[in-house]
Each structure stands twice: as structure tokens, then as C-alpha cells.
């Protein structure tokens, strides 16, 4: 069983920045891919970035690229997103989650076995 404890959401100015973290559990966390999904009122969840266990692939919804940047600690069992120029269309609860698949990254949902409890990220205009 991974547990994972999102952290680091916030109120924040649009074109502001905040750094989400996720800290896992489990030792294995370096052999797991990890993902960063979020969920706003009205929408369905959607895919926002992905990171390969090595963290030498990454992925990005084309909403995000070029302004978020997912990362990972190993040593530190963590994951990170980074979110620059941030946008009131960006404002969701943001999910990170854990596959037992391959190396990845992966984009689906459905590929991811494990979720952390959600952090909100507000951003006003």
C-alpha cells in the first residue's frame, strides 16, 4: 500500500507561482511513475503532468506546458510541480497519484493505482 500526501496548495494572484509537493510512503517510490491530476467544480478530472520512475521523462496537458514542471526526489520520496503564470482557469483540487505499471510517464487516469487526498489551489483574477 503507497500512501500519498499532497501539500503546498494555496490562495494565490493570477500570474503567481506555488509548488505543489507529494510525499509517499513507500521505499519503492523510486521504481513507481508518478502523475499530477486535477479535478475543478464542474469538470472532470484531467490529466496535468507526468514524471517516468528515473524522472528522465516527463509529460504535460497542452494547458500546462511551458508554465508547470514536474520533478522528483528519490532520495526524498516526493514528487514535485512547480506552477508558474498561474491562471484562474487553473484553479481545481490537484491530485498526485502513483502507478505499479512500467516506468512511464503515463497520461490516463485509469494507469494510476494509488491517489494522495487532494490539495486546493485557488487563483484569483
Known amino acids: 500500500q503507497v500512501q500519498l500526501v499532497e501539500s503546498g496548495g494555496g490562495l494565490v494572484q493570477a500570474g503567481g507561482s506555488l509548488r505543489l509537493s507529494c510525499a509517499a510512503s513507500?521505499?519503492?517510490?523510486?521504481?513507481?511513475?508518478m502523475g499530477w491530476f486535477r479535478h475543478a467544480p464542474g469538470k472532470e478530472r484531467e490529466f496535468v503532468a507526468a514524471i517516468s520512475s528515473s524522472g528522465g521523462r516527463t509529460n504535460y496537458a497542452d494547458s500546462v506546458k511551458g508554465r508547470f514542471t514536474i520533478s522528483r526526489d528519490n532520495a526524498k520520496n516526493t514528487v514535485y510541480l512547480q506552477m508558474n503564470s498561474l491562471k484562474p482557469d487553473d484553479t481545481a483540487v490537484y491530485y498526485c497519484?502513483?502507478?505499479?505499471?512500467?516506468?512511464?510517464?503515463?497520461?490516463?487516469?485509469?494507469?494510476?493505482?494509488?491517489w494522495g487526498q487532494g490539495t486546493q489551489v485557488t487563483v484569483s483574477s
Open positions: 497519484a502513483a502507478t505499479t505499471l512500467g516506468s512511464g510517464p503515463f497520461y490516463y487516469s485509469r494507469h494510476y493505482d494509488y
Open positions: 513507500q521505499r519503492t517510490f523510486s521504481s513507481r511513475a
